[in-house]
Nanobody, 126 residues
């Protein structure tokens, strides 16, 4: 059983930055692809970014490319999402997910992720 705990959300103004973290326990973190997703009010949970188990490969949804950076520290069992130039449309609950059966493909689909954290709220005011 893998437990994921997100942190770092908050209320910021447009143009500000935040760094989210997701700490994992109960599994072999270094073997998992890790993803970030977000869910805005009234919308479905949507893909934001994913990083391979080694950290050598990443993928992003188009709307965050150039503004968000996903990274990981396998020694600390933690994945990060660095967010700059935040926009009001980035407002959402952010979730990290663990793909514990990783393939060569970095998935952006919800069904590929076996475990989820409880989420952290990010609110960007205009």
């Amino acid at each position: 059983q893998v437990q994921l705990v997100e942190a770092g959300g908050g209320l910021v103004q447009a143009g500000d930055s935040l760094r989210l973290s997701c700490a994992a326990s109960g599994g072999t973190f270094s073997r998992y692809h890790m993803g970030w997703f977000r869910q805005a009010p009234g919308k479905e949970r949507a893909f934001v970014a994913v990083i391979s188990w080694s950290g050598s490969r990443t993928s992003y949804t188009d709307s965050v490319k150039g503004r968000f950076t996903i990274s990981r520290d396998n020694a600390k069992n933690t994945v990060y999402l660095e967010m700059i130039s935040l926009k009001p449309e980035d407002t959402a609950v952010y979730y990290c997910g663990a793909d514990v059966r990783p393939s060569m493909f970095l998935s952006s689909g919800l069904s590929a992720y076996d475990y989820w954290g409880q989420g952290t709220q990010v609110t960007v005011s205009s």
